[in-house]
């Protein structure tokens, strides 16, 4: 990661409030998948299979659209297609973390890589971050641990699942660092096109090792594609969008909003009271973001596309 973070060092971001609207959109999108993942009836890693291939076509004709506008080097290549190794790897430890815990807990640790991706923002900077950053650090860890904390339920009995999403947090990190130093010089599609090629053989190996059943039964392909649709097509191709525009460290805060998202969808579609506590964390989170944005950009702009 020592290249990714040079080139980290060297760019400033310029991110405005559309970009931060995507990046958000982006996560809500995201903390849809894990119900989405219990409605469907083909196996857990199958269901992540299925969400990196159907959007893929799409993905390859976008992508040969923006032919133009970037080009892959053999390295940004090879550097994507192992992404999407780590991306295959985060789906099925998380969508079988997800069958064996509880959302609460499933959201917890699913989102350990936001945390990680916040120190490797911190780290990135090679400098000393800012009071403004520390106090917006501090802010973003306090509410995300306040929202999941009220969630979290360790037990012998979920424990197994526990470690699949924490593991599932980790590897998320190693798909996000390097597909997003590769926004410097490709577009979102090509970069989603070589992640997804990747994921997808990897998955379907993973899911028919494991003698998991790959086509839907009788809950049908509709929960299938909701989620290829949600959280592939609509909020990994937000985040990747965005997330050119921003540092590590923001991209990890806006991350963290997913806790919150899932506390609110909670209280408008299944009425689950939120606490004083759920109300105060969400707005610290939010605080975090606006706060991690007032430090004013230096360095040189890299353009990309």
């Known amino acids: 990661m020592a290249s990714s973070t040079e080139a980290v060092d060297k760019i400033s971001y310029t991110g405005g409030a559309w970009h931060l609207a995507a990046l958000l959109a982006g996560n809500v999108a995201l903390a849809l998948g894990p119900w989405l993942v219990r409605l469907t009836d083909t196996g857990p890693v199958a269901a992540g299979f299925w969400r990196m291939l159907l959007p893929l076509p799409l993905f390859a004709l976008l992508a040969w659209r923006e032919r133009g506008t970037s080009k892959a080097t053999p390295r940004t290549v090879v550097v994507l297609l192992a992404a999407g190794a780590f991306f295959a790897a985060d789906l099925a430890c998380w969508h079988i973390g997800i069958e064996q815990t509880r959302l609460g807990n499933a959201t917890l640790f699913g989102n350990a890589g936001s945390i990680l991706m916040m120190v490797w923002g911190l780290f990135a900077l090679r400098r000393a971050p800012a009071r403004m950053e520390w106090i917006a650090f501090a802010a973003a860890i306090g509410g995300a641990a306040i929202l999941m904390g009220r969630s979290l339920e360790i037990s012998t009995s979920t424990l197994v699942g526990d470690l699949f999403c924490l593991a599932a947090g980790v590897f998320y990190v190693f798909y996000l660092v390097p597909a997003q130093a590769a926004r410097a010089t490709l577009g979102q599609w090509s970069v989603l096109t070589l992640v997804s090629a990747a994921a997808a053989p990897a998955l379907l190996g993973i899911a028919l090792a494991l003698g998991e059943p790959i086509w839907p039964g009788p809950a049908g392909w509709t929960p299938v594609f909701a989620l290829a649709l949600s959280s592939q097509i609509v909020g990994q191709g937000l985040l990747v969008y965005s997330m050119k525009h921003f540092p590590p460290l923001v991209v990890g805060m ?40 007032t430090r004013a950009p230096v360095g040189p702009r890299v353009r990309a596309p």
């Open 254 to 293: 806006a991350l963290l909003t997913q806790p919150a998202i899932a506390a609110a969808v909670g209280w408008l579609a299944f009425g689950e009271v939120l606490a004083g506590a759920d109300i105060l964390g969400m707005a610290l989170v939010s605080a975090a973001l606006v706060l991690a944005r």
